[in-house]
């Protein structure tokens, strides 16, 4: 691009080309003269004066025109003084106006009088004088202009004529009621491709502290069962990024059991014998994976665990470290890999943190770094954020959950209670959540504490906490092992696994999110047992909860909550982080964000 041009964008207020297409007109004066009378619609007409009659607040001009046989009349309501000079018995004037038909007469009120004629004016939200701004748009967004910025022919074409509409182009215009579906196309195309075409230059890309190309043969020959289609190609991903010179800025995303750990464990065989360093948010998680690496990976893989209270190995020599947060207080030895799981629950410093201490600052190189996330996001989402970071969606689980949701109301609730007895008397547990401990006002529906007696005088082993409840790790142990029923509120972490837990009952289901209700289903059927998640409300047509009952899978519940997040359904809806789209939505186009994505990759 010229620097003039260059200018002229930052005149505009823009940073790309693109951007300054994207950023369309908001109306457009058609200045062009009408050559028929259609009733009703707007025309412009040469309008010759013949008389003025001045009555309280209004001027009535009675006009001849070129359009048909008959005068006009037009009022101009709260006149100013220019306005009687303007019409004087003689004067001609074009004139812009809705011409109705009243009567037996003509009638134009409140016309605009129009200087230049012959124009379709397009007319902007900007800061610049608006003939300044036209400038910069018609020497700018220009099919050559719009094409050398990788748009094709096709949508380059509609871009610009929505900027310089000819005759065409504004009848349909005017017919959709603003832009058609194919420009609307256009211009989310060129909003995705602007978004990547200018991330891609500020991407910084690091060396890596050495290629990494372990074998994972001898780890792959001790698993029991085959990986799924997405564990491997998350590895094979993963292979890529650690064999290249550059090091690797990985985000895997998967819900809870899809199998994030198999993956995890590849990774640090593909470090060996280089060192690899897992950081995970809790002890119990560290432990967990610490004695699952120690049961997968082959015995020459020498791993550590490091916890607040506990450290077994040897972080000096051993080749995979397992820790908590804990690691960021030890003196770690260099390793060209870590990795963190459940990263959202570490913040950006803790992660920088880790990275600058197995780095040893070698000569500026960077250790490859894998991300795990169990939240997971809309697929295109995915693709946005990926002009930053590179990504990787895991959506199959191994188990397919076998998990019956149902929508229910009062009326449903005997059956509901004879489904609680028969999985009781199995051996099975049922959890049931309320929207609040006390009871409110504000709130329709039965609170924890209005509930308990309920529960107790027809059901034995009944067990009661929530958030605020100190004794809430004790209640659940023992609930794990001898309960029958539990009553909790949303807050209940994810702690403890509860393997007979086949059923859940979300008491003001529509109240909350889908991503909260997807987390609460996912405490159900763990083991490939059958489970049951019966929401329960007053709105039995609810779409959002009829939507999430016909999927489990994550990405999918995502995108819907964005949906139905943007359409402003929800009440409680947090701000969604990010970038803000004008014409992108990315619950719905994943395939227009796909091609430009692909465009700009090459
Ligand atoms: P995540 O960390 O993604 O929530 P995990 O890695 O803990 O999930 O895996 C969940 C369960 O699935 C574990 O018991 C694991 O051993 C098992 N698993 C993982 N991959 C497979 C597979 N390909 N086939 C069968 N079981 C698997
Ligand atoms: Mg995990």
Redesign the pocket.
């Known amino acids: 691009m010229s620097s003039t041009s260059k200018d002229m964008l930052s005149k505009a207020g823009f940073a790309s080309l693109l951007e300054l297409a994207i950023h369309t007109p908001v109306s457009y004066l058609d200045t062009r003269l009408s050559n028929e009378l259609i009733i009703g619609e707007i025309h412009t007409f040469e309008a010759e004066v013949v008389s003025v009659a001045k009555q309280p607040k209004r001027l009535v001009i009675t006009v001849n025109s070129s359009l048909c046989d008959q005068s006009i009349e037009v009022t101009i309501f709260h006149p100013k003084p220019y306005h009687s000079a303007l019409f004087k018995p003689g004067l001609k004037h074009y004139l812009q106006g809705k011409i109705e038909r009243f009567g037996s007469k003509l009638q134009v009120v409140n016309p605009k009088k129009i200087s230049k004629i012959g124009e379709i004016v397009p007319k902007y939200k900007c800061k610049l004088r608006q003939d300044v701004y036209r400038r910069i748009i018609d020497n700018l967004v220009t099919l050559e202009n719009l094409k050398a910025q990788g748009l094709d022919e096709a949508r380059a074409s509609l871009i610009v004529r929505a900027h310089k509409p000819d005759d065409t182009w504004l009848r349909l215009y005017r017919k959709y009621g603003g832009f058609g579906p194919k420009t609307v196309e256009a211009l989310k195309f060129a909003e995705a491709l602007d978004h990547f075409q200018r991330l891609k230059g500020k991407r910084i890309r690091f060396s890596s502290m050495c290629k990494l190309n372990g074998s994972i043969e001898p780890f792959l020959a001790n698993?029991p069962?085959?990986?799924?289609d997405d564990?491997k190609r998350a590895i094979e991903d993963i292979s890529n990024d650690l064999r290249s010179e550059f090091a690797a800025r990985r985000m895997i995303v998967?819900?809870?059991?899809?199998?994030?750990?198999?993956?995890?464990l590849a990774s640090a065989m593909m470090a060996y014998p280089n060192r690899a360093v897992l950081m995970a948010p809790t002890s119990i998680l560290a432990r967990?994976l610490y004695e699952?690496a120690k049961k997968w990976l082959p015995k020459f893989v020498k791993i550590a665990l490091v916890t607040q209270s506990k450290e077994i190995g040897d972080i000096e020599s051993d080749h995979f470290i397992i820790g908590t947060h804990a690691l960021l207080y030890r003196d770690l030895p260099e390793a060209p890999l870590i990795m963190v799981?459940e990263q959202h629950r570490f913040g950006t410093e803790q992660r920088k943190l880790l990275e600058q201490i197995v780095s040893k600052d070698k000569e500026k190189a960077k250790p490859h770094f894998l991300q795990?996330s169990?939240t997971p996001i809309p697929r295109t989402q995915a693709m946005i954020d990926s002009a930053l970071i590179d990504v990787t969606l895991?959506e199959s689980?191994?188990?397919v959950k076998d998990i019956t949701t149902r929508i229910i109301d009062k009326s449903d609730f005997a059956s509901l209670l004879e489904h609680i007895k028969c999985e009781v008397e199995e051996g099975r547990q049922v959890l049931v959540v309320y929207p609040l401990v006390e009871e409110s006002e504000s709130i329709n529906y039965r609170s924890l504490e209005e509930s308990v007696e309920f529960w107790k005088s027809r059901f034995d082993g009944v067990y009661v906490t929530h958030g605020k409840d100190k004794l809430k790790d004790e209640v659940l142990a023992e609930f794990a092992q001898n309960g029958k029923i539990l009553l909790a509120t949303t807050v209940i972490e994810v702690g403890i696994s509860l393997p007979k837990l086949s059923t859940i009952i979300i008491v003001g289901a529509e109240r909350m999110g889908l991503a909260t209700l997807h987390q609460l289903r996912g405490r159900v059927s763990r083991n490939g047992l059958k489970g049951y998640c019966y929401l329960f409300t007053h709105d039995k047509n609810n779409i959002r909860l009829k939507e999430f009952a016909k999927t489990t899978n994550g990405f999918e519940i995502a995108r819907l909550d964005l949906k139905f997040r943007k359409s402003g359904d929800l009440l409680t809806g947090k701000a969604q982080s990010g970038k803000e789209f004008i014409w992108l939505d990315l619950a719905e186009d994943e395939e227009i964000v796909k091609e430009a994505k692909a465009k700009v990759d090459g």
């Open positions: 698993l069962f085959e990986l799924t564990q998967g819900d809870v059991g899809s199998g994030k750990t198999m993956v995890i967990q699952e799981d795990f169990a895991i689980t191994p188990f």
